[in-house]
């Protein structure tokens, strides 16, 4: 069973700069879609980034890109977000998940970690 546990949030200004970071336990991450995802207090879930396995595909929902990056590193069973030019409206509790199929939508992804508060004050 995989576990993924989330670090690397906080506070920061309007237009700071966090990097997120999601470690695996209990198996390796090199066959997995990995994602992003976050909820705003009063929200829904919603995607934020996914890598393929290979790191040859990224997708971004469309508020973040230019300003979010997701990466992997395979070796280390680790999968970052960094996040620049951060705004108020990026706050949320940011999970990472991994999926063995699928990119978007929170069913296609198996496992989850337990998130990491972002707060961005204006």
């Known amino acids: 069973q995989v576990q993924l546990v989330e670090s690397g949030g906080g506070l920061v200004q309007a237009g700071g700069s966090l990097r997120l970071s999601c470690a695996a336990s209990?198996?390796?991450?090199?066959?997995?879609?990995m994602g992003w995802f976050r909820q705003a207090p009063g929200k829904e879930r919603e995607f934020v980034s996914a890598?393929?396995?290979?790191?040859?595909?990224?997708y971004y929902e469309d508020s973040v890109k230019g300003r979010f990056t997701i990466t992997r590193d395979n070796a280390k069973n680790a999968v970052y977000l960094q996040m620049n030019s951060l705004k108020p409206e990026d706050t949320a509790v940011y999970y990472c998940?991994?999926?063995?199929?699928?990119?978007?939508?929170?069913?296609?992804?198996?496992?989850w970690g337990q998130g990491t508060q972002v707060t961005v004050s204006s």
């Open positions: 998940a991994a999926a063995l199929a699928g990119w978007y939508g929170e069913d296609d992804y198996d496992y």
């Open positions: 890598i393929s396995w290979n790191s040859r595909s990224t």
């Open positions: 209990g198996g390796t991450l090199s066959s997995y879609v």
